[in-house]
């Protein structure tokens, strides 16, 4: 019987995590650890319940005694705050799903790496901020990470029986998000429910807004590059708006090998989950007669400045990528809150990679968590000051 846990289980790709264990099989086919939620604790409760999790933890300390009623007799400990979190990813697992979403992923992810396991990476943060450190941390241990994301997942399928050697070019699609066909002069006043809404993907709303202004794409750049060990030059982004191909690969000899799939996030979970095999999985089944055509088409820069900021992030390495990414995750809370457009959030995110390039240099390598989580710390002290600056003028 395998041991799991899953990080980040109420969330949408903890969910979707849920669904397919609960599918093949619950707890009678796997011995489930740890489970952990932000403060969804009837919810947390529920899956712990219905999986046997030995440890069950919710972010919120404040929400312990709720989560501890919700499972009494169920014989799931109940834990809470970030000390719990991190005891938990220290119980060992043989897989492990990484689905908390931003940096607040990157610890328990790489806690849980020292015990040898797989980490099935959901967590492009993690690959963003600490790349090289992350990947030096499953060497050591002897750990395996296999991507999560669509397009990641996707390139990592097309690789099998594959030499990086013979790679040409990684192309990853987006669908374009909410505001693909917005005239540009309208984005400045796009409102939090207006990029919430994704013509895709069934997803959180964080992860719908980067979408929208392709601040998600970005990361996955940056991702692309630290998993794959690819040139950021031959790194390529298309929009997509089907969602249909997730990803291509070109080798040297001009063939070009594509993934495609129905934008349903089981499919690359699944595909971590019972890798090396495949198993059936419940998504749908394309019919390419019946879709008739897909479309292609470049990124437009002026209404995606985010992909232009991921290459020199790329450019700059080091330190930068976990400044990029707190100070993204800060412009958007500044966003879902009303204290700045949609428009502002990638003018802030490049002032404050600016201050403290000028201030810091960020471009030094990083040498531990540590001075991972103290670039992600000042970036998000500057993004306030920055946004402040900002409402000033």
């Known amino acids: 019987m395998r041991s799991v846990s899953v990080f980040g289980a109420t969330g949408s790709i903890g969910e979707s995590t849920f669904d397919l264990l609960m599918r093949q099989g619950g707890a009678q086919a796997y011995r489930t650890v740890a489970l952990t939620g932000g403060r969804n604790v009837a919810r947390l409760a529920e899956q712990a319940k219905a999986l046997k999790a030995e440890i069950a933890v919710i972010a919120d300390e404040t929400l312990l005694p709720d989560l501890k009623a919700a499972l009494h007799g169920s014989g799931t400990v109940a834990a809470a705050g970030q000390n719990a979190l991190m005891e938990a990813a220290d119980r060992p697992a043989d897989w492990i799903m990484s689905g908390i979403v931003g940096a607040a992923g990157l610890a328990p992810g790489f806690r849980a790496l020292s015990h040898g396991g797989t980490l099935a990476l959901a967590n492009?943060?993690?690959?963003?901020?600490?790349?090289?450190?992350?990947?030096?941390?499953?060497?050591?241990?002897?750990?395996?990470?296999?991507?999560?994301?669509?397009?990641?997942?996707?390139?990592?399928?097309?690789?099998?029986?594959?030499?990086?050697?013979?790679?040409?070019?990684?192309?990853?699609?987006?669908?374009?998000?909410?505001?693909?066909?917005?005239?540009?002069?309208?984005?400045?006043?796009?409102?939090?429910?207006?990029?919430?809404?994704?013509?895709?993907?069934?997803?959180?709303?964080?992860?719908?807004?980067?979408?929208?202004?392709?601040?998600?794409?970005?990361?996955?750049?940056?991702?692309?590059?630290?998993?794959?060990?690819?040139?950021?030059?031959?790194?390529?982004?298309?929009?997509?708006?089907?969602?249909?191909?997730?990803?291509?690969?070109?080798?040297?000899?001009?063939?070009?090998?594509?993934?495609?799939?129905?934008?349903?996030?089981?499919?690359?979970?699944?595909?971590?989950?019972?890798?090396?095999?495949?198993?059936?999985?419940?998504?749908?089944?394309?019919?390419?007669?019946k879709i008739g055509q897909l479309t292609f088409s470049a990124p437009d820069p002026a209404r995606y400045p985010a992909l232009r900021l991921a290459r020199e992030v790329m450019a700059a390495g080091g330190l930068t990528g976990a400044a990029f990414n707190a100070s993204k995750e800060a412009a958007l809370d500044a966003f879902i809150d009303g204290r700045i457009g949609f428009t502002k959030m990638a003018d802030v995110v490049e002032d404050v990679l600016e201050r403290l390039s000028r201030d810091t240099g960020l471009g030094k390598s990083a040498t531990s968590l540590d001075m991972v989580l103290d670039a992600d710390r000042a970036a998000r002290r500057m993004t306030v000051e920055v946004i402040k600056d900002m409402q000033r003028t």
């Open 124 to 289: 492009k943060e993690s690959l963003v901020t600490a790349g090289p450190l992350l990947m030096a941390e499953a060497r050591a241990h002897g750990a395996r990470i296999l991507p999560v994301d669509s397009e990641h997942s996707a390139v990592f399928q097309a690789l099998v029986g594959e030499e990086m050697e013979a790679v040409e070019a990684i192309t990853i699609t987006a669908s374009g998000g909410a505001f693909r066909d917005w005239p540009l002069e309208r984005l400045a006043t796009a409102t939090v429910a207006e990029a919430s809404t994704h013509p895709n993907w069934a997803m959180g709303q964080r992860i719908t807004i980067d979408s929208a202004s392709m601040f998600n794409k970005a990361l996955e750049i940056i991702e692309t590059h630290e998993f794959f060990g690819i040139e950021p030059e031959r790194i390529e982004v298309l929009v997509h708006p089907e969602s249909l191909v997730h990803a291509l690969v070109g080798f040297r000899d001009g063939g070009v090998i594509g993934h495609l799939g129905a934008p349903d996030m089981r499919h690359a979970i699944g595909y971590a989950l019972n890798w090396p095999e495949r198993n059936h999985l419940p998504v749908s089944r394309l019919n390419l007669a």
